[in-house]
């Protein structure tokens, strides 16, 4: 394997101070899901810390006590999905904050918070049009006043109210946040009164300040990665921190050998479409060889020349979402299949 992944973490606080500034004065959660975005989780959480974030944003319970790991009781860890009752007793024992978007879920947590010995805190899900997870408007009442009876107990805190948003029409997430605001008004009426309310990420964080209540959900503008079909990084004041490098292994009748750990990693649809900066400053179209490795071919190259598969998406580098761009998807795709075997290398000024 001769890519590598190189992180510039003095750009992810950059990134992050950028995006408190905008989003203030709701609360910064650090998004860290599938290994910070594939750039690393204990640096990105580590880095992110130092710079004074208090939340963070994991999405299972092993990445959860992964951050608890790295960063002691100080700090904040929310996940949202929880699969195992070993899950709950974990996330209790561990003190996470806890994302429930299904009342068996509700009644299991407050039974794990019941066998550790201490309240869970709970951020109520309410499913505001996208149905993954959530709970359904129409079952919200009855929803809340059981976790208001929960808590009375003493087995859960309700700390939070959330729900999750498409962020790609206006139209529609202003309908999704109708709803949200009417969810509010009925865990209030049940006696509920959560400090925390969190409904936006990334592009409703920037775009749309009525979105941001308490706390923003962000991951993939911290990491410096725009929304597919939306601003450049540029005009968001952002910055990818993330450079995805490969070295030329051979060179054939059908072009030049790069190696970046494609056969878990890029989507081969990139092929044809995406292409590389070389070394002589010019771009080549990327396609797919043998063993997956990706072929790239330029007059004059030799092995051991270093092609820049993404990276800043400026001076002819390609970013992450430029490449997703050309397959229809997001950036943050692009990012999270860079293969685990890539080694990361860290850059701190
Ligand atoms: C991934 C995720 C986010 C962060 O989204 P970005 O667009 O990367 O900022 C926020 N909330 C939930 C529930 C998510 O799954």
Redesign the pocket.
Known sequence: MTATLHVDLTALVANITRVREAVAPAEL?L?V?DDA?GHGLAPVVRAAAGAGVRWF?A?DIGTARAVRGELGEDVRIFA?IAAAHADLRAAAEAGIDL?VGDADLLEDAAAAAGRVGRPLRVHLKLDTGLHRNGVRPEAWPRFVSRAAALEAEGALDVVGI?S?IA?ASDDEDDDARALFERGLQQAHDAGLRPVVRHLA???A?FARPEFRYDMV???????G?R?AGGPSAGQLGLVPIARLEAEVLGVGEDGVRVDVGALHGLPSRLEGRASVATPAGTRRLLSVGEMDSLIAAWPGAAPGDRVIVYGSGADGEASATDLAELIGTIG?EIAVRVSPLVPRSYAVE
């Open positions: 959660m998004v899901k975005y944003g999405f949202w994302g959330w999750h962020e990420a990334s592009a964080s959900r962000v991951g993939a503008f911290c990491y990665i929304s943050e």
